[in-house]
């Protein structure tokens, strides 16, 4: 099926699940979400795959078991891309993210050792200019309060050397187009715009190495 955007009623949905997230609403509501919620996202995900990889849909379920909040079902629907990339829709309308969000313990050494260098981390900080021009947002994950060991908090990059993690991320508020084929569009646009950050992540961190 080719992609035609969601429904606005596909964002009623999350307003509704927002407000009666119990497994009534879920239940007298799945058929909707899977023609008009999942099937959208499934197209999209297929349309983006000769470019970006083969992507996949996150199931709808939250993991409660130690979390306070004991509401059953994401008030979202999350997809990711292997070749990179993040898809997120809610009742606020669409969100795409990239990069690394979480890196484990070797990573976190290789990106820090990146940033404190003098030439690689120059080049970054002129990616996230580029990437803030284009009204891309870049942003880290449970950043520290202050500098990591071994670390000057008087570092030039410091704000980035506290960073867990690191992406670009772009919010689109619901609108007409959203329910159109303009909605691929703007997520192409946000990937490509990412992928010299991206790039920068896969050359100075990659991947987390087998032994970790």
Same mark, same amino acid.
Do not use: C
């Given at each position: ?8 009623e ?8 927002s407000a ?41 379920y ?32 669409? *969100? ?22 003098d ?55 619901? *609108?007409?187009?959203?329910g159109?084929?303009? *909605? ?13 950050l ?15």
């Open positions: 099926m080719t992609f035609r955007g969601w429904p606005v596909a964002l009623e949905f999350y307003e509704g699940l009666d997230n119990s497994k009534t609403y879920w239940t007298r509501h799945l058929p909707f979400y899977e023609e008009q919620v999942r099937g959208p996202m499934l197209e999209l995900l297929a349309a983006l795959e000769p470019e970006f990889g083969p992507g996949k849909v996150f199931r709808p939250r993991d409660v078991r130690f979390s306070k909040d004991k509401t059953p079902y994401k008030t979202h629907l999350g997809a990711w891309l292997e070749g990179g990339g993040y898809l997120q829709l809610s009742a606020d309308g669409l *969100a795409a993210g990239s990069g690394y969000y979480q890196m484990d313990s070797g990573q976190l050494d290789r990106y820090r050792t990146a940033v404190a260098n030439v690689s981390g120059t080049v970054l900080l002129g990616l996230i200019a580029d990437a803030e021009k284009a009204g891309i947002t870049v942003t880290g994950r449970d950043t520290l309060k202050t500098a990591p060991r071994g670390y000057p908090k008087d570092h030039p990059r410091i704000e980035l050397l506290r960073h867990k993690g690191l992406i670009t991320w772009r919010e689109w508020p619901p *609108a007409a187009w959203l159109t084929a303009a *909605a691929k569009t703007r997520v192409v646009d946000f990937l490509r715009a990412g992928l010299p991206r790039h920068w992540l896969d050359d100075q961190v990659g991947p987390p190495l087998a032994a970790e």
